[in-house]
């Protein structure tokens, strides 16, 4: 049995998808099921993955069309059993379709799978400051998407939310079939003390200090100005008028790729700019390895208050390490954490965000260290990779 993932991009700086395509064919390898990734990248930025990689760029272009990649497509598709496009709205899943359109007379095809990964959520067609590009989306469908979508013989959710909230923006919108497959977060490596050494060194001036965390993109889909005027509030609130120190406040990190882009430049500014908070918030950039998993085990809680989250493979990674998670409603799987006890949720507004801090703020130790346990308990009810991963097994190959 082989199974080709077909990517735009396999870069960690990215998103979430392409950890996805690593948790999905790492899985399947090691069922003994041969996996094969090809993207538009020009280098493979992970060699150690176990599974073989096609890098076939150059694709510097917003569409991220390679003349590579058509070809390749069509002189080896039929060697797998399945295909499967992770993401939408760019030239790979083109490049699928009409690889598969030129095979209609060969009597050789393979099953084709597609996977949104939460694009096809709606807020992309509703957010302030997309108007063109929910217009560019509307146009792109009709011409091309639709195609892709309705031809394929599965569409691959992550969770019953985006599943459902699929069916809204586009049309005409008719699948042959549309299944839960979830997905899967690899559990990390045990918490060694080097792990918070690493971390420690990436940002001075934290020390030993009790700290939220937020890793993801610094982006503003992910609420981080809420975070910041949230945490600032509740800062101003907690001022001594003795020695004009803040106390009993945990630190903020907000770690991640997008420092250099104008909505993270702006972010730093604000904190910059503020003597309350330029002393109590750190922006250390994209951590991997050692220090990421330090921040993930040292950190009182992980916050995420997105406008839009299909699933977040941080915040389960969050769970992994007994940490709660303080998110938004827009998190797809924020009902399976709720229920769970392992995290407060809020709406990816001002006020919902200001509240759900402060009531992080007033839990005793005992309450913050019960959400931990119920955290971990979650990941192992619904997002432990192996379980995932045979569940995966069966909608590919049954």
């Known amino acids: 049995m082989k199974v080709l993932h077909v ?153 019953e939310t985006e599943l459902i909230l699929a069916r809204l923006p586009f049309w005409p919108y008719k699948p042959k079939s549309e299944t839960v497959v979830g997905l899967g977060v690899i559990a990390p490596p045990a918490y060694n003390i080097k792990m918070a050494d690493v971390f420690k060194n990436t940002v001075p001036g934290l020390n030993d200090s009790p700290y939220l965390l937020f890793l993801s993109r610094i982006h503003e889909k992910k609420g981080v100005d809420l975070i910041i005027d949230a945490y600032k509030q509740i800062a101003k609130s907690q001022l001594s008028s003795i020695n004009g120190k803040v106390s009993n406040l945990p630190k903020l990190v907000i770690a991640g790729p997008g420092l250099d882009s104008n909505y993270g430049i702006q972010m730093q500014q604000t904190v910059a700019e503020s003597t309350l908070l330029k002393n109590l918030v750190y922006f250390p950039g994209m951590l991997t ?67 759900m801090l402060s009531t992080w703020q007033k839990l005793s130790l005992v309450e913050k260290q019960k959400m931990g346990v119920n955290a971990r308990r979650c990941y192992d009810q619904h997002f432990e990779v192996n379980a995932v991963i045979n569940r995966f097994q069966e909608v590919l190959f049954n």
Request: hydrophobic content about 45%; proline content about 4%; some cysteine.
């Open 7 to 159: 990517i735009s991009s396999m870069n960690p700086e990215t998103g979430g998808v392409c950890e996805a395509v690593r948790i999905c064919a790492g899985g399947l390898q090691k069922l003994g099921i041969q996996n094969e990734v090809v993207s538009v990248d020009e280098d493979i930025f992970n060699k150690t993955d176990i599974f073989l990689q096609h890098a076939l760029g150059p694709a510097a272009n917003a569409w991220h069309y390679s003349k590579l990649l058509l070809p390749w497509l069509s002189a080896n598709i039929t060697r797998f059993d399945v295909v499967i496009v992770h993401g939408l709205w760019l030239y790979h899943g083109f490049a699928v379709y009409k690889a598969f359109n030129a095979l209609k007379t060969s009597g050789i095809k393979p099953k084709l799978f597609v996977m949104p990964h939460g694009m096809l959520d709606p807020y992309f067609q509703r957010a302030k400051g997309r108007r063109i590009k929910a217009i560019r989306n509307v146009i792109y469908w009709s011409l091309i998407e639709k195609k892709l979508i309705n031809s394929a013989d599965k569409i691959l959710f992550t969770c």
């Open 289 to 355: 390895g050692e220090a990421k998993w330090g921040a993930f085990y040292g950190c009182e809680a992980f916050v995420l208050p997105s406008h839009q989250e299909n699933f977040g493979i941080a915040v389960v990674e969050a769970l992994t390490c007994n940490k709660p998670v303080l998110i938004s409603n827009q998190v797809n799987i924020w009902r399976e954490l709720c229920e769970a006890g392992g995290a407060l949720v809020a709406d990816d507004n001002k006020t919902g965000t200001y509240d």
